[in-house]
């Protein structure tokens, strides 16, 4: 029987992902474990740099990640759309404000997240790309007290939507309809070129590109993207 054939399937997978994956990664691995109880996971969570350096020392199996290193030969997949969104506090005046010029945000005290992070060097090159300064009032090095400092009154960031969690939405912040957002990235998941994966890696590899599908589907019903 298939069953008996999944519950040969046994060894340690190794996954490396950057920080906001730990809002889906971790659901879409409870289903794949019950799946195969003989595989056991390993799943480390950095940001963009710390990515980097495990996939420069080829310490993983699989890294997923929103932004593709340039330097190195790999072989990559999107699965899952990223968009990247402008939060503030609910009671923000912005929030009643429609197609907002970019320039505004500028004027805005602004959330960073620290050096090393993917999500801070494209928010930094698209305020470069445009000449902006944004005053970054405070740097944290995790979405989750972002998020938290933006429900506080402390600023507004640029953040993956997917912090907001599978329904998308919370009661303490609000997304603005900034002009050029949502920014749509996607999310890969990339291995060594050349690399044979173990069976373990491919096995999850395929799992994750045919439960992305499922995944979206659900994103994008529970979700609406301007
Ligand atoms: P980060 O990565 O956690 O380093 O910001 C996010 C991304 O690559 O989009």
Same mark, same amino acid.
């Given at each position: ?8 399937? %046994?060894?340690?997978?190794? *996954?490396?992902? =950057? ?16 799946? $195969? ?25 699989? $890294? ?11 072989? &990559? &997949? ?6 990247? =969104? ?9 929030? @009643?404000?429609?197609?907002?010029? *970019? @320039? ?26 445009? #000449?902006?300064?944004? %005053? ?11 998020? @938290?400092?933006?429900?506080? #009154? ?18 303490? /912040? ?11 990235? %996607?999310? &890969? /998941?990339? $291995? ?7 069976? /373990?890696?491919?096995?999850? $590899? @395929? &799992? ?19």
């Amino acid at each position: 029987a298939v069953s008996d054939f999944k519950g040969l399937k %046994q060894g340690r997978l190794r *996954l490396a992902a =950057v920080t906001t994956t730990k809002y889906f990664i971790p659901r879409m691995l409870g289903p794949f474990c019950k799946l $195969y109880p003989g595989i056991d996971i390993e799943f480390k969570v950095t940001n963009h740099e710390g990515l980097l350096e495990r996939l420069n020392e080829n310490v993983d199996d699989l $890294y997923i990640l929103s932004k593709l290193p340039e330097n190195f030969d790999i072989s &990559y &997949y999107p699965f899952l759309e990223n968009p990247l =969104v402008v939060l503030a506090p609910i009671d923000h005046p912005l929030t @009643q404000e429609k197609n907002i010029p *970019l @320039q505004r945000l500028a004027g805005e005290p602004f959330i960073m997240r620290e050096a090393g992070s993917g999500t801070r060097s494209l928010v930094q090159e698209l305020f470069d790309e445009h #000449g902006l300064k944004v %005053q970054v009032r405070l740097e944290l090095g995790s979405n989750e007290a972002i998020k @938290q400092a933006i429900a506080g #009154g402390l600023g507004i960031s640029v953040l993956s939507r997917h912090t907001l969690g599978l329904e998308g939405t919370t009661n303490d /912040v609000a997304i603005l309809d900034v002009e050029g957002f949502p920014i749509r990235r %996607q999310w &890969y /998941v990339i $291995y060594p070129a050349g690399k044979k994966l173990s069976i /373990v890696a491919n096995t999850f $590899y @395929q &799992y994750l590109l045919q439960e992305a599908k499922h995944f979206a589907t659900n994103l994008n019903k529970t979700t609406a993207i301007k």
